[in-house]
């Protein structure tokens, strides 16, 4: 397989600068195919002059670091910019290796041209994952992204590439806001490491964090708007301000992630700190900075309630690894976290932006051990119907290497 990730490096350290949600996408649905022996190459425009042109990524895959535009990092809103290069790169790569290719997949709609361009020079089938839609993003009120952005989603589904989206919710929302055919969308939710993730004994790294006597609350992701991390602070002052909510023991946020790169509002951490020192929270406000995934799965364990305020989410895979840590969740009623969180049995779906509202559903979550662990329970139960062997059935049957298994989405209308 040819693999399209223009901007973000399965190898990259998560929750810093872009790196999210798609990096572990990709790095999983590989492994996958690699232990199914089936070989992948990841082709990512490289950022520092000593990045070498390939690393392994695991067995049968590999990553490819080619050149387009500076060997260095580039602004977010800049990066449209390197799409030619890139796609010169990798046909230069192609040529030169003659490598034998079975389809093409991008991700994000930095690498959509690129790939549209390849899979018809190949004559290949073509997947493209989105991963976030520009125009769902400005129902919700975020414009940040440049109108080439849009122009640019809009070509990848004109262009007739087989779309799989991680849920329903996200065809309807390619058929309804750019036109996409019923049939051109086909539902791969993504999975989760469910031995990465999984319930673990965390009195240790509790003491050695100083949490021993209060409840934890953690916010895992990017630091930017989007994500609406400033929700859970103004949800904490909430509950000082209501008694009648109060757990009996104090709450302790902590923030697993950093900013996000100049693609959003740069100095979010900093906006964040001051918000809750002026809200008196300064003590109970944790920052841990971009965490990898090994600390992260530990962190998910040892929290009590993990909330993800996020305005939108396509999927919301912050929300699936914590449950499988048995972890139960606070998440915002909207997008693919609708679908990964079970109201009521794995934690609780928010809607709206009330503090207030938010404060009483982590009261509620985290007061009660013994509903606490219920819910957990639950979640990780919940957890383990998502694994990557099913997301890869579907994607394999599209990439046309064995019968196809996909599910086509329905209802777009």
């Given amino acids: 397989m040819a693999v399209l990730s223009l901007h973000a490096s399965p190898l990259a350290r998560l929750g810093e600068r872009e790196n999210g949600g798609l990096n572990v ?16 190459d990841v082709f990512v425009r490289r ?92 129902e919700h009120g975020f414009n940040g992204d440049a109108p080439e952005r849009l122009l640019a989603e809009r070509r990848v589904v004109a262009a007739g590439a087989r779309l799989a989206v991680s849920t329903p919710e996200e065809a309807r929302d390619l058929c309804r806001l750019y036109g996409a055919e019923d049939a051109q969308c086909v539902v791969a939710p993504p999975g989760v490491d469910l031995h990465r993730f999984r319930p673990r004994d965390t009195r240790a790294l509790r003491a050695r964090l100083g949490l021993e006597g209060r409840l934890v609350a953690l916010f895992a992701g990017r630091l930017e708007p989007l994500k609406g991390p400033d929700l859970l602070i103004d949800a904490l002052a909430e ?9 009996a023991r104090p709450i302790q946020a902590l923030f697993a992630g950093d900013d996000s790169s100049e693609g959003a509002r740069v100095g979010e951490r900093q906006e964040l700190a001051r918000r809750a020192e002026a809200l008196g929270l300064a003590e109970r406000v944790t920052f841990l900075g971009a965490c990898p995934q090994a600390r992260l799965a530990h962190l998910y364990s040892l929290a009590d309630v993990v909330v993800v305020p996020s305005h939108t989410e396509s999927f919301g895979l912050v929300a699936l690894e914590a449950q499988a840590c048995g972890t139960p969740v606070v998440a915002a009623a909207v997008g693919g976290l609708r679908h990964v969180a079970a109201h009521g049995m794995t934690g609780s779906l928010v809607g709206g932006r009330d503090p207030a509202t938010w404060a009483a559903a982590i009261a509620a979550t985290v007061s009660d051990p013994i509903r606490r662990e219920r819910l957990g329970r639950a979640a990780r139960r919940r957890a383990e119907t998502f694994t990557w062997e099913r997301t890869v059935d579907v994607l394999a049957g599209e990439y046309g290497l064995e019968p196809a298994e996909a599910v086509a989405a329905s209802h777009c209308g």
């Fill in 25 to 40: 996408y990709v790095r999983a649905v590989c492994e996958e195919l690699g232990a199914r022996g089936i070989s992948t």
């Fill in 239 to 247: 509950l000082d301000r209501s008694p009648w909510l109060r757990p």
């Fill in 47 to 138: 950022t520092a002059p000593a990045e070498p042109l390939e690393r392994r990524l695991g067995p049968n895959a590999r990553v490819i670091a080619v050149d387009a535009g500076p060997a260095a990092a580039v602004p977010k809103v800049k990066l449209a910019g390197t799409r030619a290069p890139f796609l010169s790169a990798v046909r230069d790569f192609i040529r030169d290796r003659q490598p034998h290719y079975r389809a093409v997949h991008s991700h994000y709609w930095l690498s959509g041209d690129v790939g549209a361009a390849l899979a018809a020079e190949l004559d290949l089938p073509w997947l493209h994952t989105a991963h976030t839609l520009a125009a769902v993003k400005a």
